[in-house]
């Protein structure tokens, strides 16, 4: 699931549009570190959060 985030993430961004997340406890169990996880693979990816 989170590869399949970044690129479609990575996709939007170099688009040039906006890409938004929005998660819960059921992908993963733990929503926040879901987003943190999905945040620093797109910091390491080099997208601008």
């Known amino acids: ?3 399949q985030t970044v ?3 990575k ?3 170099g688009e040039g549009r ?3 997340v929005l998660t819960n406890n059921r992908s993963e169990g733990n929503a ?3 987003i943190r996880a ?3 693979m797109l910091r390491a990816v080099g997208s601008t959060l």
């Open 18 to 20: 906006r890409a938004y």
């Open 11 to 13: 996709a939007a961004i």
């Open 38 to 40: 999905l945040a620093d």
């Open 32 to 34: 926040p570190a879901t």
């Open 7 to 9: 690129r479609i993430v």
């Open 1 to 3: 699931m989170r590869d």
